[in-house]
């Protein structure tokens, strides 16, 4: 039975008051967001499951529900992250253009995402999207003679090269060319390390790209090289 307080908040109470929103679902899309959001604004260690369950306004329980695991965690961030694999098949030009075109494509996105590449790594659960995109950089190499051994090793030489060039223990290994401060240094040791002393003078202090534009080129050069060899029917 209500209380008469009741019937005259009922009553008299503003009756235009708006009501509470509803709370979202919690989905494994949901969480998996919401995760991304940590790990991209403070790092991969950041990430935890209290840390997410925060961000959500639930109890680290209510996650456990649609994910067992820090794991799973991690496994449902990278799916979500990496995002649909490309359709290369109106890349115009052939295998290398597709390749050239799926490169940037999964570079920019562990640009937009810097903890994907050391979350990448190791024996691990992948989904449907992380598998596509390698199924599509191997299917671009159809019709070259390639063998599917050496179609997939390209693929991961690919992927490596990527990953050497965006990863966080690689970026800015290059500041013999851009600093100037380590350029004096050089110069002024010279006789230490000649090599890099020119090396590092001869590019006037141009701005590098951690050699991705000189590997990408030399690896599809010599992905080249092989298909070449393949298709006038010689080996080695």
């Not at 503003?14 to 991209?40: F, G, M, N, S, Y």
């Not at 598998?131 to 159809?142: M, Q, R, Y």
């Not at 599917?148 to 090269?161: I, K, N, P, Q, Y």
């Amino acid at each position: 039975m209500a209380s008469d307080d009741q019937g005259v908040d009922l009553l008299w109470g503003a009756r235009d008051k708006p009501a509470r929103p509803p709370r979202l679902a919690l989905t494994v899309d949901r969480i998996a967001a919401a995760a991304i959001e940590v790990a991209d604004a403070e790092g991969m260690a950041s990430v935890s499951m209290q840390q997410v369950a925060a961000r959500l306004d639930v109890t680290k329980m209510a996650l456990y529900r649609h994910v067992a695991s820090k794991a799973e965690l991690v496994a449902v961030m990278i799916e979500s992250a990496v995002g649909e694999p490309p359709d290369l098949g109106a890349v115009p030009g052939g295998w290398r253009p597709r390749l050239v075109a799926w490169s940037d494509l999964m570079r920019e996105a562990w640009r937009r995402h810097p903890w994907l590449p050391a979350a990448t790594t190791g024996e691990r659960m992948t989904g449907p999207r992380e598998v596509g995109w390698t199924e599509s950089a191997v299917a671009a190499l159809d019709g070259t003679g390639l063998d599917g051994g050496e179609r997939m090793d390209a693929v991961f030489l690919l992927s490596g090269h990527i990953r050497n060039t965006q990863s966080g223990a690689t970026a800015g290994t290059q500041p013999w060319t851009a600093e100037k401060q380590l350029r004096t240094i050089l110069h002024e040791h010279q006789d230490r390390f000649p090599a890099l002393h020119e090396a590092a003078r001869s590019t006037n202090g141009a701005p590098r790209d951690n050699g991705w534009t000189f590997g990408l080129d030399r690896i599809l050069d010599g992905i080249e090289v092989l298909i070449e060899r393949r298709r006038a029917g010689t080996t080695g």
